[in-house]
């Protein structure tokens, strides 16, 4: 049909994790049911198989899990939602050692979100630009990301979901919209 569910097999994850609460899988914000010691599921809508990548995950996939962050919890990285604002190709990675360069190329509608050395989040990663063209970026990946990621399973050509910073978004609004319409806004 038009929905799915997915099955997602984890042992950290699931630890603590309550049914309805959310789970970002590979960048994209879930709601976990059916939670046990090993495993959870989550339905997906049309909206989230056709904008992100997990309509095409087949089992034995592998997938990046984050729990939501709570208000007693250190933020490391940027504010990332799990809203996926679209897809991504994986163009090229570059080993130099014991560090990598990703390149990744972007649609063009989400070019105007994105400054070098601003955020990004690939696959829910929080990275930082470190290269950025017309239609690609690349970011630097460490070690420890690299290790706990799904980025190194990941071949040339696939898709990744990428999400911009929220705050990109929210100033663009706030530009965009009148000041008229903002002045009746604030007053009430």
Known sequence: GENGRLVIEARTVTED???????????????????????????CSRETLQRTTLGGLRRGSFVNLERAVTLATRLGGHLVQGHVD?????????SHG???????????????????????????????????????FEVAVIPKTWELTNLRHLQPGDEVNLEVDIIAKYVERLLTVGRGELSRNASG
């Open 17 to 43: 994790l309550r049914e309805g609460e959310s789970v970002c899988v590979s960048g994209g914000c879930l709601t976990a049911f059916d939670v046990r010691a090993d495993s959870f599921a989550a339905d």
């Open 86 to 94: 679209g897809r991504g190709r994986l163009l090229r990675v570059e």
């Open 98 to 136: 014991e560090s990598w360069t990703v390149r990744i190329g972007y649609p063009p509608e989400l070019g105007r979100y994105l400054v070098f050395k601003g955020s990004i989040a690939v696959e829910g990663i929080s990275l930082t630009i470190a290269a950025l063209a017309d239609d690609h």
